[in-house]
């Protein structure tokens, strides 16, 4: 009753990572060639990071409580296994 997580291929993981760089070189070049003041580009450069570095805070988390919530039904599955068999056993 271990339910394995299928690894993702090769390609799957090559392709994130080129879409992720992709973005953000597109990104870097908008704000780069934005008609604006150099303080205003840093403005916009620090919420980009610190959006992407929110995203990333988020999915962890989301993916932590998740992985936190199987375990915890894991126990509780293993527990009402447990305690059933208890039963049929006294009945025996």
Not at 32 to 47: E, H, N, Q, S, V
Not at 57 to 82: C, F, P, Q, S, Y
Request: hydrophobic share 45%; net charge positive; proline share 3%.
């Amino acid at each position: 009753m271990n339910p394995q997580a299928t690894p993702h291929s090769q390609s799957w993981v090559t392709f994130t990572y080129a879409s992720f760089l992709t973005s953000l070189a597109m990104v870097v070049a908008g704000i780069l060639f934005m008609p604006l003041d150099t303080w205003i580009k840093g403005y916009f450069a620090m919420g980009i990071v610190m959006l992407v570095q929110s995203c990333i805070t988020v999915t962890k988390t989301v993916r932590d409580v998740h992985e936190g919530r199987r375990l915890m039904n894991r126990i509780e599955d293993a527990k009402t296994e447990r305690l059933l068999m208890g039963i049929e056993q006294s009945r025996d």
